[in-house]
T-cell receptor
Framework: AQTVTQSQPEMSVQEAETVTLSCTYD???????LFWYKQPPSRQMILVIR??????QNATENRFSVNFQKAAKSFSLKISDSQLGDAAMYFC??????????????FGPGTSLSVIP | DAGVIQSPRHEVTEMGQEVTLRCKPI?????LFWYRQTMMRGLELLIY????????DSGMPEDRFSAKMPNASFSTLKIQPSEPRDSAVYFC?????????????FGSGTRLTVV
């Protein structure tokens, strides 16, 4: 069974600085998708970024980028030029690329990010 | 589109009472998911529907939980009778398909407190 681990329950960053959130996962599959979701105080889960395992290039979305290390099963999220609105809970998630398991999304326990003005 | 709409935003009820949570998915999304979020267990999939038909309800914790989707624009999650351990945030999400390329759109959740 797949597992997702986020070893940092809480992180903080100074406004305008860069922060990296860690995520590791365990799977025996070779093809899969990885996601970072943001959950602000409004509670709505918002998709931040997606990475397909067969793509070697790291995904980027504006100030958000990932460092995907397939061999190490590591998927960290880097937030550059942190803003107050980035304060939220961040969840790493795994989805299989196997059609029979498409409906199984494995979420990590989350990292609470605080942004200090 | 207004996104996935859930109601109520907060619900406080007494143990033993019936609770109904509501969800309106995004128009055109064929899949609807109900998740529960607790500190202890994180996010858990309870049940999901495809074209209004329940596909997998293996995550529903007990017979006290039931979910329906009478049409493409409305779903309910009912707990009867409710218990304090049901206290959690319940999320509804929808997706145009099951392929991971689509991603899920989540609602803002219903925070349920059973006293």
């Amino acid at each position: 069974a797949q597992t997702v681990t986020q070893s940092q329950p809480e992180m903080s960053v100074q406004e305008a600085e860069t922060v990296t959130l860690s995520c590791t996962y365990d799977t025996s599959e070779s093809d899969y998708y990885l996601f970072w979701y943001k959950q602000p105080p409004s509670r709505q889960m918002i998709l931040v970024i997606r990475q397909e395992a067969y793509k070697q290039q790291n995904a980027t979305e504006n100030r958000f980028s990932v460092n995907f290390q397939k061999a190490a099963k590591s998927f960290s999220l880097k937030i550059s030029d942190s803003q107050l609105g980035d304060a939220a809970m961040y969840f790493c998630a795994y989805r299989s690329a196997n059609q029979t398991s498409y409906d199984k999304v494995i979420f990590g326990p989350g990292t609470s990010l605080s942004v200090i003005p | 589109d207004a996104g996935v709409i859930q109601s109520p935003r907060h619900e406080v009820t007494e143990m033993g009472q019936e609770v109904t949570l509501r969800c309106k998915p995004i128009s055109g999304h064929d899949y609807l998911f109900w998740y529960r979020q607790t500190m202890m267990r994180g996010l858990e999939l309870l049940i999901y529907f495809n074209n209004n038909v329940p596909i997998d309800d293996s995550g529903m914790p007990e017979d006290r939980f039931s979910a329906k989707m009478p049409n493409a624009s409305f779903s309910t999650l009912k707990i009867q009778p409710s218990e304090p351990r049901d206290s959690a945030v319940y999320f509804c999400a929808s997706s145009p398909g099951l392929n991971p390329n689509y991603g899920y759109t989540f609602g803002s959740g219903t925070r349920l407190t059973v006293v």
